[in-house]
């Protein structure tokens, strides 16, 4: 194995030695109730991982099925009403149940506290009430839709939401207050250990960026979601009282809503995708065996996006009669958020120039992320000019652009981190080739179902509807087709991740001879992560300290 | 390990920290302190959460008062000021006795520890208990909003015998709004009373067996400071809903 890849950074132990540490995280307790009642953070990230990648499959069908049916101008595969209710459930699904907990939740659970050389998160068993939480949430969710589903939009948006329809509103709309819970025990869990938990000698600016990033992105948790809860109540007593805060005709204001859904779901889309940008950060520096260049700078602008992001939120309504002045002013301020969005993205581009750059699956999805997100960025630019947007606003060119900045983004780097740090969670290397050639689908499946779909956006096709004129036909039949591929693309995955966790070859504990804490350990990491609590005596991503650490080192595994 | 990544021993951070351990301390933690020192910072982020929760009711308040103000001044005298009052110094005399009951964990005084939280609570249950009566009294008046909202106190306000301006049909339904906000703010307020009252009893409880007067204090203290805070955000309450328009000199 190791000879096949050999031009690679990958350094597998000798396959004829090689074997598993005997104690890990893994098989230190055994049976169902050990991982149902632990409060270990690799566990509950395991169990995150588990139930995410559920719901992501659940999403992916609603996906699959609204490209069908879109795959003939008239809609005939379902009606209009169900169409609705799948366009809705496949938001809600993939935002709240997938995308806001998928990086944090999962590898960010498992690395945070192995990356600052903590034994544990601060509040470990609170981690895990974020987790049963979630659990809770995703049942009711799941219930919403076995009962008849919702049909809103994921944006609930009043007095739609409130007056006119009769679906399971209030279901979904609990659901996701618990699963807000979920995420703000979560990003309280982070920040603490951020602040507390570090070990000697791990100053702020010796930390890796994947924390930077997490910890702006609990920044936005922590003061973004509460207002989705309360906004959610508000929605609810409307529903149940008919109380009128929205309701126009007793003196209330469907704006309000509007302003207080916005105030946490724009943060959220930065909750989605800084965290992914960590993983960048990550990937970047070891495949390309060189230091972040400018490792401050893509620190600060992790905050300075979570700052500014918290000020851009009326650019959502600019076509909703807000004052035009406002509107100006919101509009400079969503376009500053493109500032350290591509501090980010021109530093990554200069910690390749003139590095060792080696291409594994991790880094063909990293180099994915860098184009996609940055067509996905810019066109978030032409929405935030005010004549631009009242033109392309509820049109597919929305569509495309948060899908080229969430799943093009977002996913890419979330299955760059997954294979990434697959090694230091099961112990075992994926497949090599197989999961090249998945990558490699997902970005070409990825293109041909949403550019199409800027063009059409463009073209005027709105965005919610399940039928459309025919001349539309061909650029949807490609967009269809490419989201066929991009589902087997998702599927591969899947399986050979499953395959590998029994038959991957053993990856010893820094197969991609990375500097972070958690590649300095066992792999898997045994359950209380150091045997003794290490001090930290160099800057983060200092290659040369690792090469002088294992030069000195008998190579033994396990 | 690796020589590189040089260790600290555990006994000797302890020994340098002067701590002695404690049979709560966990074992993710190094020191006493640093768990003490995560508790804290933990509930003070929970109550940026909590203060992030209530700002959207406040917003909401903000911008319906300044567009119906009319129909919130008249709607505003109708609540019982009486008894605002009385909630008033009862919630600051309750935060007194947790701060007094923080105190005496500190200074390991068990008896008065407990009759402090057991005075807490009765304030508390006392505070609830009047804004029940409180709620009651806008049920028979028809003033919860919903189908069964009656303006006409509004409209025609001498038919009451109050001395009120008669507001416009179309005003006095804002009125609906304003009591609206009453019951989300002060409901959502209650709510975080009645879990209050709830970690009360559980921390009475524990104080009677003494777990909190052999040196570890943070259950108490951090529940000191959510106490403090469904206080703070009754002190802001109060004048925003029951002395919009209040002149007792006049």
Redesign the interface.
């Given at each position: 194995m190791s000879a096949s890849i050999g031009s690679t950074i990958v350094s597998l132990p000798d396959q004829s030695t090689a074997q598993m540490p005997k104690r890990t995280y893994i098989n230190n307790e055994q049976g169902l109730l050990s991982w149902l009642l632990t409060a270990d953070h690799k566990r509950i990230a395991i169990l995150y991982l588990i139930s995410i990648t559920f719901f992501f499959f659940i999403g992916g069908a609603f996906a699959g099925l609204i490209r069908l049916e879109l795959l003939t101008p008239q809609p005939d595969l379902v009606a209009a009403d169900t169409y609705n209710k799948l366009f809705t459930m496949h938001g809600i699904v993939m935002i709240f149940f997938f995308l806001v907990p998928s990086v944090p939740a999962t590898l960010g659970n498992f690395l945070l506290p192995i990356m600052l050389g903590a034994k544990d998160m601060a509040f470990p068993k609170i981690n895990l009430l974020s987790w049963y939480l979630y659990i809770i949430a995703g049942a009711m969710m799941l219930s919403a839709i076995v009962l008849g589903g919702v049909d809103t939009g994921w944006t609930f948006t009043a007095p739609l939401s409130t007056h006119y329809l009769n679906t399971h509103v209030i279901t979904a709309a609990t659901a996701i207050f618990i699963a807000g819970f979920s995420s703000i025990f979560n990003g309280i869990n982070f920040i603490v250990t951020i602040h507390r938990m570090r070990c000697p000698g791990m100053t702020w600016f010796r930390m890796p960026l994947f924390i930077w990033a997490n910890y702006a992105a609990s920044l936005l948790m922590v003061l973004g979601t509460p207002v989705l809860a309360v906004t959610l109540v508000l929605v609810a007593l409307e529903r149940l009282f008919g109380i009128g805060v929205f309701d126009p005709t007793k003196g209330g204001d469907p704006l309000l809503f509007q302003h207080l859904f916005w105030f946490y779901s724009h943060p959220a889309v930065y909750i989605m995708i800084l965290p992914g940008m960590g993983v960048m950060s990550e990937v970047i520096s070891t495949c390309s065996r060189k230091r972040i260049f400018g490792y401050t700078a893509v620190a600060f602008s992790s905050v300075a996006i979570a700052l500014f992001g918290f000020f851009v939120w009326e650019h959502h309504m600019f076509i909703m009669g807000v004052s035009s002045y406002s509107a100006l002013v919101f509009s400079l301020l969503t376009m500053l958020v493109a500032v350290p969005s591509a501090i980010k993205i021109f530093n990554w581009a200069f910690t390749l120039q003139k590095g060792s750059v080696t291409f594994e699956t991790p880094m063909l999805y990293c180099f994915g992320f860098m184009g996609l997100f940055t067509i996905g960025g810019l066109t978030g630019v032409f929405l935030g000019s005010l004549g631009m947007d009242v033109h392309l606003t509820e049109t597919y060119f929305i569509v495309a652009h948060f899908h080229f900045v969430m799943v093009g983004g977002m996913l890419m780097a979330f299955l760059a981190g997954i294979h990434f740090w697959w090694p230091k969670m099961t112990g075992r290397m994926y497949p090599e080739t197989l999961s090249k050639l998945a990558a490699v689908t997902t970005f070409i499946g990825f293109n041909l179902t949403f550019l199409p779909q800027f063009i059409l956006g463009y073209m005027g096709m709105p965005r919610r509807y399940a039928a459309y004129p025919p001349e539309f036909q061909v650029l949807n039949v490609l967009s269809t087709a490419g989201a066929t591929v991009l589902g087997f693309g998702y599927m591969l995955p899947m399986l050979y991740l499953t395959w590998s966790l029994k038959y991957g070859a053993i990856a010893g504990s820094n197969p991609w001879q990375a500097t972070g804490l958690e590649w300095q350990i066992p792999s898997p990491p045994p359950t209380e992560n150091f045997a003794e609590i290490p001090i930290m005596d160099h800057e983060a991503y200092d290659y040369e300290w690792l090469a002088n650490k294992t030069r000195n080192e008998v190579t033994t595994v396990g | 390990?690796?020589?590189?990544?040089?260790?600290?021993?555990?006994a000797e951070v302890h020994a340098e920290h002067g701590h002695v351990s404690l049979p709560q301390h966990?074992?993710?933690?190094?020191t006493a302190e640093?768990q003490r020192?995560?508790g804290s910072?933990?509930m003070w982020?929970?109550l940026?959460?909590?203060i992030?929760?209530?700002?959207?009711?406040f917003?909401?308040y903000l911008?319906?008062r300044n567009?119906?103000y009319p129909a919130f001044v008249v709607a505003s005298n109708q609540l019982n000021v009486t008894i605002g009052t009385v909630n008033t110094m009862l919630l600051i005399t309750s935060g007194f006795c947790m701060a007094i009951a923080v105190w005496a964990a500190e200074m390991r005084k068990r008896p008065l520890l407990r009759t402090m939280l057991i005075l807490t609570a009765l304030l508390g249950v006392i505070f609830l208990g009047l804004k029940s009566d409180e709620y009651y009294e806008k049920y028979e008046l028809h003033h919860i909003?919903?189908?069964n909202f009656n303006i006409s106190m509004f409209t025609n306000p001498a038919g009451y015998g109050i001395k009120e301006p008669p507001l416009s049909p179309d005003m006095a339904?804002?009125t609906?709004?304003f009591f609206?906000?009453y019951f989300?703010m002060t409901g959502?307020h209650a709510l975080h009373m009645v879990i209050g009252l709830g970690i009360l009893c559980w921390l009475i409880r524990r104080a009677h067996r003494g777990d909190f007067t052999a040196g570890y204090v943070a259950p108490v203290e951090n529940f000191g400071l959510y106490w403090h805070f469904i206080d703070i955000v009754w002190l802001f309450l109060y004048p925003l809903l029951y002395l919009i328009n209040r002149h007792p000199l006049h």
């Open positions: - | 390990m690796d020589s590189a990544l040089a260790t600290t021993d555990p966990r074992h993710h933690f190094e640093q020192e995560a910072f933990g982020l929970f940026l959460t909590e992030m929760f209530f700002g959207g009711m917003f909401s911008i319906y567009w119906y909003p919903g189908n339904q804002r609906q709004v609206f906000l989300a959502m």
